[in-house]
T-cell receptor, first 114, second 110 residues
Framework: NAGVTQTPKFRVLKTGQSMTLLCAQD?????MYWYRQDPGMGLRLIHY???????AKGEVPDGYNVSRLKKQNFLLGLESAAPSQTSVYFC?????????????FGPGTRLTVT | RKEVEQDPGPFNVPEGATVAFNCTYS??????FFWYRQDCRKEPKLLMS???SGNEDGRFTAQLNRASQYISLLIRDSKLSDSATYLC???????????FGTGTSLTVIP
């Protein structure tokens, strides 16, 4: 099992450009999450999904959109990138017990917006 | 007020030492508690869940104090390989949202 994978691993964008980050998991997990990690801020939840076709906002959703068209994939989109979105983005998944279960994280995507 | 607060450290301890980290959470409705470990520039990985009665896994002991709303992690006989950042994580039973502390940095010195 590959676990949770993320594409791409690194990316540099210019302000105003758009991009999509892809997260894929092969563990048949119901729940998937997108976080960003900034120095001194810890991990903050952007959006999450409790199943195929469903999404919900987390703590810091502004400037991001998500889609979960297939159970194994969770996409994070930046429509118009801003320097404040420079961060490390982690995707995670967990089993359908949700809040009480372990989260498995992908290796992260390091995004720089200039 | 932040949902989860941790002392960022850094904690620099010699090999073989015992070190303890504390974490406080603000919402009394929090139901699930965890310690994750994150190595430099890597993804977080679950170290252990924290149960009401306290739990131990080898050299690691986790405690939960609901009355005071804090969680602790004790590491005995520290190894060089324990050097990492330790993240405190809580979840309420609604909303499926996990809240992470900023992490406590540990360096074990030979």
């Amino acid at each position: 099992n590959a676990g949770v994978t993320q594409t791409p691993k690194f990316r540099v964008l210019k302000t105003g450009q758009s991009m999509t980050l892809l997260c894929a998991q092969d563990m048949n997990h119901e729940y998937m999450y997108w976080y960003r990690q900034d120095p001194g801020m810890g991990l903050r939840l952007i959006h999450y999904s409790v199943g195929e076709g469903t999404t919900a906002k987390g703590e810091v959703p502004d400037g991001y959109n998500v889609s979960r068209l297939k159970k194994q994939n969770f996409l994070l989109g930046l429509e118009s990138a801003a320097p404040s979105q420079t961060s490390v983005y982690f995707c995670a998944s967990s089993d359908n017990r949700g809040y009480s279960d372990e989260q498995y994280f992908g290796p992260g995507t390091r995004l720089t917006v200039t | 007020r932040k949902e989860v607060e941790q002392d960022p450290g850094p904690f620099n301890v010699p090999e073989g030492a015992t070190v303890a980290f504390n974490c406080t959470y603000s919402n009394s409705a929090s139901q699930s508690f965890f310690w994750y470990r994150q190595d430099c520039r890597k993804e977080p990985k679950l170290l252990m869940s924290v149960y009401s009665s306290g739990n131990e896994d080898g050299r690691f002991t986790a405690q939960l104090n609901r009355a005071s709303q804090y969680i602790s992690l004790l590491i005995r006989d520290s190894k060089l390989s324990d050097s990492a950042t330790y993240l405190c994580v809580v979840n309420r039973n609604t909303g499926n949202q996990f809240y992470f502390g900023t992490g406590t940095s540990l360096t074990v010195i030979p």
